[in-house]
């Protein structure tokens, strides 16, 4: 049972071998560990993408039921947010709003990738696939971009697609 004492029975051995053995510690310096610098642009892991994916969905989701773009706007890429103000971002995605097509249940499925996500400059990656539900799927098509140490949204298309409700028949 974890009690008050229960942390110094797992101090005092490493204690034990510090004090027991400085001569050792002294003998040999230590030596610095050498890192690879980190990479510029670093390649997104596959759960830092769906990330990526998930909050662009769950970004635009927000904004199209509160008719506020903005948000989406800032968190964007500077090239994003100087082709795009908040008007405009509410008429692109004023066809989503119209179907009431429903982003947010693309936030409980993992996306399923279409083509290998590329970059298709050294700043600019490009990530297309679909959220499979039924009976309407979201397609998406986005692009990040590197920019202040961290990918963000630079181009954004989400499409619903029919999905097939019932297995083909052979």
Same mark, same amino acid.
């Given at each position: 049972?974890?009690?008050?004492?229960?942390?110094?029975?797992?101090?005092?051995?490493?204690?034990?071998?510090?004090?027991?053995?400085?001569?050792?510690?002294?003998?040999?310096?230590?030596?610095?560990?050498?890192?690879?610098?980190?990479?510029?642009?670093?390649?997104?892991?596959?759960?830092?993408?769906?990330?990526?994916?998930?909050?662009?969905?769950?970004?635009?989701?927000?904004?199209?039921?509160?008719?506020?773009?903005?948000?989406?706007?800032?968190?964007?890429?500077?090239?994003?947010?100087?082709?795009?103000?908040?008007?405009?971002?509410?008429?692109?995605?004023?066809?989503?709003?119209?179907?009431?097509?429903?982003? #947010?249940?693309? /936030?409980?499925?993992?996306?399923?990738? =279409?083509? *290998? $996500? %590329?970059?298709?400059?050294?700043?600019?990656?490009?990530?297309?696939?679909?959220?499979?539900?039924?009976?309407?799927?979201?397609?998406?098509?986005?692009?990040?971009?590197?920019?202040?140490?961290?990918?963000?949204?630079? #181009?954004?298309? /989400?499409?619903?697609?029919?999905?097939? =409700?019932? *297995? $083909? %028949?052979?």
């Amino acid at each position: 049972m974890p009690g008050l004492r229960a942390p110094a029975f797992f101090i005092a051995p490493a204690l034990l071998a510090a004090i027991a053995s400085p001569a050792i510690a002294q003998q040999a310096p230590p030596q610095p560990t050498v890192q690879a610098p980190p990479s510029l642009r670093p390649t997104p892991s596959q759960i830092e993408l769906s990330k990526m994916i998930w909050s662009t969905v769950a970004a635009v989701d927000h904004a199209n039921r509160s008719g506020n773009y903005s948000v989406l706007r800032d968190i964007s890429a500077q090239g994003f947010q100087i082709n795009n103000n908040a008007a405009q971002l509410a008429q692109v995605f004023s066809g989503l709003r119209s179907l009431n097509v429903d982003l #947010g249940n693309a /936030l409980l499925v993992p996306p399923t990738f =279409t083509t *290998a $996500p %590329t970059m298709i400059r050294e700043d600019i990656f490009r990530v297309q696939g679909l959220f499979q539900l039924r009976p309407i799927a979201i397609g998406f098509d986005l692009y990040f971009q590197w920019e202040q140490g961290r990918w963000k949204l630079f #181009g954004v298309d /989400l499409q619903p697609l029919q999905m097939a =409700t019932e *297995a $083909p %028949t052979r």
